[in-house]
């Protein structure tokens, strides 16, 4: 296992995969299901590494479906987080999908505590609310993300956001900091119910994750199919939740 994760930093996919493949098949042979979950979704990452994003998903799912089954929430955040970043990833980039992952990721991260993968979600949906040119947004979620990592003493990651809020300010332009006065004083918004999707979304898609992990978001994941929810209204339906 730790010879594929090197072989996939050093992005010989070839070797990685191919350590992967056997680790699946001995976790098969021990019935060791969850295992065989863990290291389908690294190899749908070393997929993803490649620039192989049907393949990625595939595996990816893999670990997504199980966990389901199980009930297990932190692993849903995890296989949430590697399935939307692969849709982030492609090119072009499927941000409606990433969306609907990152929101999921950001609802089972919320709810169970796990701040490490919070912040990776507010980041996710920061990044790409700011590729859809929603600053408001975008910013709204980065702040939230510096909270996340002043609360769990992360450098890095308030590096990182810090960056992140800078490139929104960057595309707004040169007068979108001063002119606008909603962002001011970012800290104060945290409260908006901006960081609860599940608000946000219409009535009919509130219920993700409720019933260890059932609902509309979570079976639309699974199914990989629309079943009618138009995302592309999810951040407008968010920021109409805010209230300045």
């Given at each position: 296992m730790i010879v594929a994760l090197h072989s996939r930093a050093s992005a010989d996919f070839g070797t990685a995969k191919e350590y992967l493949r056997e680790a699946i098949a001995i976790a098969e042979r021990l019935e060791d299901p969850v295992a065989v979950a863990d290291?389908?979704?690294?190899?749908?990452?070393?997929?993803?590494?490649?620039?192989?994003?049907?393949?990625?998903?595939t595996h990816q799912k893999q670990q997504f479906v199980f966990a389901k089954q199980r009930g297990d929430q932190a692993?849903?955040?995890?296989?949430?987080?590697?399935?939307?970043?692969?849709?982030?990833?492609?090119?072009p980039p499927d941000y409606d999908m990433a969306l609907v992952y990152h929101a999921i990721h950001l609802e089972?991260?919320?709810?169970?505590?796990?701040?490490?993968?919070?912040?990776?979600?507010?980041?996710?949906?920061?990044?790409?609310?700011?590729?859809?040119?929603?600053?408001?947004?975008?910013?709204?979620?980065?702040?939230?993300?510096?909270?996340?990592?002043s609360q769990t003493g992360n450098p890095r990651g308030l590096g990182i956001a810090y960056g992140n809020i800078?490139?929104?300010?960057?595309?707004?332009?040169?007068?979108g900091h001063a002119t606008d006065r909603r962002?001011?004083?970012?800290?104060?918004?945290?409260?908006?119910?901006?960081?609860?999707?599940?608000?946000c979304l219409p009535d009919r898609d509130r219920s993700v994750?409720?019933?260890?992990?059932?609902?509309?978001?979570?079976?639309?994941?699974?199914?990989?199919?629309?079943?009618?929810l138009d995302v592309s209204r999810f951040h407008h339906q968010r920021k109409a939740k805010c209230h300045f």
């Open positions: 290291r389908h979704g690294d190899l749908g990452t070393t997929f993803r590494s490649e620039g192989r994003f049907t393949d990625a998903l692993a849903l955040v995890v296989s949430c987080f590697n399935i939307g970043f692969t849709h982030y990833s492609m090119s089972l991260s919320d709810r169970i505590g796990y701040l490490a993968m919070k912040s990776r979600a507010l980041n996710c949906l920061g990044k790409i609310y700011t590729a859809l040119k929603d600053n408001e947004a975008a910013i709204l979620l980065l702040v939230e993300c510096l909270e996340v990592h800078g490139t929104v300010y960057r595309a707004m332009g040169p007068d962002h001011s004083c970012p800290l104060q918004h945290f409260q908006c119910g901006y960081h609860q999707p599940h608000r994750s409720r019933g260890n992990g059932q609902g509309h978001l979570l079976q639309l994941a699974v199914t990989g199919g629309r079943n009618g």
